[in-house]
């Protein structure tokens, strides 16, 4: 631009005003002038040089084309100027859309953020809502709320579940009737009406059978028994046997009565007045007809098996036939005198719990045979306890080769040392379903009618929970079924609600105070994850409200409770620990983040119950068991599908029921 107003400049140096004919001239003006006027300015300029040029070659002095240099030059200054003006309104208005933009956005983040929170807030809602009922529910909430937003209600969520010393689980199939576990703890069978389904538990695949709704054994070879539920109906279904993997090797139609299942051996009795029974070899389906003696006709037969004895029995009969576990020969017979109720069998020892009618009055107890089995010979009753009024036997069974348990229908439990006779009773609660052992830590499970599963040592000192299972019932049974795995790193239960695989911790919040090997897992396991990362919430860690036994208040049902304060609200940790129970109170913690109170169980023996208080710590201990699969992980839209229940929200504010939400 400064070299054409330069240039028109020169241009106009020297034109004299004195305009002569002539038409090469006057024709450029013209042209100039018309170009100038639609602002052709290019070739108004081209113009005007031609008329200079023709002005020279005219001899024609005139200062009319210097004012067309001018009013050019003062075009292309109003021209630059507009142009300028323009850039700055263009700039002006651009700077106006981008912060109506960066305005909007913010509004937008600001919208998303607040949505984020209501997200967040929600889940950690839930969370607590179940972190005292359903403490792997809890976790799962928890942790989706705290990924989206650190917050204290989760945080106290996650510290009240994680603290509440249950076992998490990985699998919970619910409204599931018939289940069962493989002995190695790796398969789940489970039948619907939609068929039945073999879950392998590492990689959660699955294969669907076309048999509905059937009673499920898995034998100890990891071969499945399919078989009609409630032996008093019309049978209408056969007795199938399958492979661990589903393939079929035998099939049985005709109708029984009396089914009995042990080891590798599954028994039919085809009519209650008939002297024969079935042996069907589990492993390769092969039937044999046994007899069977004149004492069991019209009882409903019952076998177990130990060692190469089977001891074949009828229940609430008091004949006992051992017999060999091969050929199903019999090869001794126990009178007891008494209705037999149930049989355990331990190396070589039997255990018999029985009912003995004495008139209107039912009594009961237990005794022990001793029973070599290269000569099968019983000696005498090594134990006999008859029952007492206050205590009625009605299951008895081993925990470990000299470690009996003893329980009630009134949900009584007594454990007795047969070496030194010494009896510990374990508190009442509400009537015992089922037991079962884990025999390579010397540990029982109870569960309890009341929905509730217990986990003790030999010595009667609770060691762990079972907690979620839901449901209650208090005229029938809650857990139809409880069993664990060899390593016993699992144990299965089947209840009205459905099932459940619970997974052992690698941790213990309560341990002997003798066992310095918990400790220092915990201190382990705290340092191990005491560094935060990016993908970890900061999260504040709780205070204990003192340091002193005011820490710790008992409520109605008088269990101990640990006080904590995060933000601005206190709370509590549930300690599963009696007021009855000698606790001693620290003064202070063992190091940060971990705490332990010391007790005194019924056994007289002290115990540690520990507590983990960092928030980061735990979400980072539940994360990645999420990731091994040994907590069950739910999709964010799964969990929206329960908050949004009617069920869900009519329960949030009193007593949530979780079930009733699945």
Known sequence: MKKVLILLGLLSIGIVAVAQDCPKYTKAIKAGSD???????????????????????????????????????????????????????????????????QRENAEKRKAEILKDFARSQTFANAAYAFCE??????????????????????????LKAFNLNSWFYSHRYDRINYADLSKDGKQLAISSKSGTRLIDLATDQEQLLPYSDCEIKYLDNGNIVLYQPYPYLERNKPLILLSKHGKE????????????????????????????????????????????????????????????????????????????????????????NYAINSVDC???????SFIASGGSKLAGGYSIYSIDQRNPHPSDSLVFVPVDADFFYNRARFITN???????????????????????????????DNITNLEQDSLF???????????????????????????????????????????????????????????????????????????????????????????????????????????????????????????????ELKTGLLKDINILYPEEEIEEDLFMLPNKS???????????????????????????????????GTMAQWITTPEFKGKMNGKLNPVAIR
């Open 346 to 352: 331990r190396n070589n020892d039997l255990l018999f």
């Open 602 to 636: 019924v056994s007289q023996e002290y115990y540690s119950r520990f507590f983990l208080l960092n928030p980061n710590v735990l979400y980072q201990i539940i994360a990645g068991e999420m990731q091994k699969n040994r907590i069950r992980k739910l999709d964010e």
């Open 249 to 336: 090797i035998l099939r049985i139609d005709q109708k029984y009565v009396n089914l009995s299942i042990a080891a590798n051996h599954i028994i039919l009795r085809e009519g209650s007045d008939k002297n024969e029974l079935l042996n069907i070899d589990g492993s390769s389906g092969q039937i044999k007809r046994e007899t069977i003696p004149e004492a069991f006709k019209g009882y409903t037969i019952s076998v177990k098996t130990f060692g190469k004895i089977s001891v074949v029995y009828g229940y609430k009969s008091g004949t006992v036939y051992l017999t060999d576990r091969a050929s199903f020969k019999k090869t001794l017979k126990i009178d007891t």
């Open 402 to 432: 000299n470690l009996l348990i003893f329980t009630t229908g009134k949900g009584l439990a007594k454990i007795m040392d047969r070496s030194t006779g010494r009896m510990i009773q374990i508190s009442a609660q509400s009537a015992i």
């Open 35 to 101: 170009s100038l006027a639609i602002q052709n300015f290019k070739g108004a300029m081209r113009q005007f040089q031609i008329a200079q040029i023709a002005s020279r070659e005219c001899n024609i002095k005139s200062e009319e084309l210097a004012g067309k240099f001018k009013q050019l030059f003062e075009s292309l200054i109003a021209l630059q100027r507009k142009a300028q003006a323009d850039q700055q309104k263009a700039e002006a208005a651009t700077r106006e859309i981008s912060q109506a933009l």
């Open 133 to 158: 009922k359903d403490p792997t529910m809890a976790v799962a909430f928890a942790l989706n709320s705290l990924s989206i937003h650190a917050n204290n209600m989760a945080s106290r969520s996650l």
């Open 445 to 571: 499970a109870i569960a309890r009618r009341s929905g509730d599963v217990g986990i003790y040592n030999h010595k009667g000192q609770l060691i762990s929970n079972l907690i979620g299972s839901g449901g209650v019932n208090e005229f029938n049974n809650t857990f139809v079924k409880m069993a664990t795995s060899e390593a016993n790193d699992r144990i299965f239960t089947l209840s009205r609600d459905g099932v459940i695989i619970w997974e052992k911790p690698n941790y213990n919040l309560m341990a002997s105070a003798q066992d310095k090997n918990a400790l220092e897992k915990l201190k382990k396991l705290n340092q191990k994850h005491a560094l935060n990362n990016d993908e970890i919430p900061l999260l504040k860690s709780p205070k204990l409200v003192t340091r002193s036994t005011s820490s710790f208040f008992a409520n109605s049902l008088e269990e101990f409770s640990l006080k904590f304060s995060l933000g601005a609200f206190n709370d």
